[in-house]
C-alpha cells in the first residue's frame, strides 16, 4: 500500500551533520539532567505499603484516588485488578509512619465515601525490592541491546549494528531525559514502554537497512549517499502509515486510558517519535559516517545484474 508516491528522492543525509548535531545537544541534555536531578521513582522502586481492597459494586478508580490524595499522600497509584470491584493501591513510604497507620489512615477515608469496602491485603514493600526491580530491569535492558545487536551484526554488518544500538540508546535516553527533567512518575510500566521502545525502533533501522542492502544490489551507480537517500525515500509511505497507526492507538491510550496508562503511553508517544527521526537521521548516518559501502553487504562484489532507473517511483517501492 502506497499513499505517498515521491517521484525524486529527498537529500535526507545532505543534512546529515546538522541532525546529528542536534541529536548529540538533546542527548547530552538528557544525560545532565538524568545525573542533576534523577528519576522520580514510584513505589515499586522506593518500597510502600500496598493495599487491596474490595467493593460491592464496580469501582471508580478515580475518586478512590482523589479520596487518598486528600490525605496527603503524594504520587499514588490506584488500579483495579482482577475485577472491576477489587482495587489495588500503592502509598509511598513516609517517615515516621507505618504501614499499619498508612493502611488504617486510608481505609477510614475510604469507609466515609463507602461503608461497604473492605480491606482484604496490605503489606510493606521494603526499598530492598525495590533495588532488587532497579537491578533486573537494567538487566533486561542491557540484554535486550545485547541481543537486537547481535542480530544486526548477523544480518547485515557490524556497521550497521553499530549505528543501530546509537540510535536505540539514543531513544531510550531521550525518554529517560524527558521523565527526569519533568520529573514525571518513573515505574516498572514505563520501565516495559522503554523496552517496548527499543523493539520499536530497531523495526524501523531494519526495514531501512534492508532497503539500503536490496539498493547496492539494484543500482550499481549509484553512491553510498545516493543509496541511503533512497532506501529511506522510498519506505517514507510505510513509515507514515505503521508509525501514524501506532500513534493513534498510543495517543488514544494517553486521552482516554486515565492516570494508570497515562505515563505508559507518555513514554512510548516520545519513543515513536524519536523512534522515527532516530531510524533515518541518526542510524543511517552513522551507518554513512562509518564507511558503509556495496562490498560490506553484497559478498563478491555481485549483487545480481539488476540496474532500474532509481527516478522510477516503482522501483523498490513495495515493502
Request: with cysteine.
Amino acid at each position: 500500500m502506497e499513499f505517498f508516491k515521491i517521484r525524486r528522492d529527498i537529500p535526507f543525509m545532505r543534512n546529515a551533520l546538522a541532525f546529528n548535531l542536534i541529536s548529540f545537544l538533546t542527548f547530552a541534555a538528557a544525560v545532565f539532567f538524568l545525573f542533576h536531578r534523577g528519576l522520580h521513582l514510584s513505589v515499586e522502586f522506593t518500597g510502600g505499603t500496598v493495599m487491596e481492597v474490595a467493593y460491592s459494586q464496580p469501582a471508580d478508580v478515580e475518586r478512590i484516588r482523589q479520596t487518598v490524595s486528600g490525605l496527603g499522600f503524594a504520587d499514588v497509584q490506584v488500579q483495579n485488578f482482577g475485577t472491576a470491584r477489587d482495587v489495588m493501591i500503592r502509598l509511598p513510604a513516609q517517615k515516621g509512619v507505618s504501614s499499619a497507620q498508612q493502611s488504617e489512615r486510608v481505609m477510614g477515608a475510604l469507609k466515609a465515601a463507602d461503608p461497604a469496602v473492605a480491606l482484604r491485603r496490605t503489606e510493606f514493600v521494603g526499598p530492598q525490592v525495590g533495588e532488587e526491580l532497579a537491578t533486573d530491569g537494567l538487566k533486561a535492558l542491557a540484554m535486550v541491546v545485547a541481543g537486537i545487536m547481535i542480530y544486526l551484526a548477523f544480518r547485515f554488518e557490524w556497521k550497521f549494528a553499530v549505528a543501530a544500538i546509537v540510535a536505540n540508546l539514543h531513544d531510550v535516553v531521550i525518554i529517560l531525559g524527558f521523565f527526569a527533567f519533568f520529573q514525571w512518575e518513573f515505574s516498572l510500566a514505563v520501565l516495559a514502554a522503554v523496552l517496548a521502545v527499543l523493539g520499536y525502533s530497531v523495526n524501523e533501522s531494519v526495514v531501512i537497512f534492508d532497503r539500503i542492502r536490496e539498493n547496492f544490489r539494484r543500482y550499481r551507480k549509484m553512491n553510498t549517499v545516493e543509496i541511503i537517500d533512497n532506501a529511506i525515500t522510498s519506505t517514507i509511505s510505510r513509515t507514515i502509515i505503521t508509525h501514524g497507526s501506532t500513534q493513534i492507538m498510543v495517543l488514544s491510550m494517553l486521552l482516554f486510558g486515565g492516570a494508570t496508562l497515562h505515563y505508559f503511553a507518555l513514554a512510548l508517544t516520545i519513543g515513536i517519535c524519536f523512534g522515527i527521526y532516530s531510524s533515518v537521521f541518526v542510524a543511517a548516518a552513522i551507518a554513512m559516517w562509518l564507511g558503509v559501502k556495496r562490498e560490506d553487504l553484497v559478498k563478491g562484489g555481485g549483487g545480481g545484474s539488476r540496474k532500474e532507473d532509481p527516478n522510477d517511483p516503482n522501483a523498490g517501492a513495495m515493502v
